[in-house]
């Protein structure tokens, strides 16, 4: 992977790890991990086949962080679910936003 990707769990996928990402990096692992589950309890994915979610966030997004966590302890749910979470502030996300 290039220097401004960070992988955590092989299926989190950070790019870049600057900004909101890299201030939620701790709490990004806890929920991956499975730790302190709140914002998807109750909540069952789809844990059927591989699936990838792609999250687009910015420095200066105020629900973003929110979102990350989401996708996070989604993916904590199910091993089948792959997250990319791309930082706009610092890069050119793969699809118009």
Do not use: Q, W
């Not at 950070?14 to 909101?20: D, Q, S, T, W």
């Amino acid at each position: 992977m290039s220097g401004c990707v960070e992988s955590i769990g092989n299926r989190v996928f950070l790019i870049p790890p600057k900004g909101v990402l890299e201030k939620l990096r701790n709490i990004i692992l806890a929920r991956f991990s499975g730790g302190e589950r709140k914002l998807v309890e109750g909540l069952e994915a789809p844990c059927y086949r591989p699936m990838l979610i792609e999250l687009v966030v910015d420095d200066t997004c105020e629900v973003c962080p929110y979102a990350v966590e989401f996708v996070a302890e989604l993916a904590a749910s199910c091993n089948l679910i792959t997250v990319k979470i791309y930082n706009m502030s610092y890069v050119e996300p793969p699809f118009f936003v």
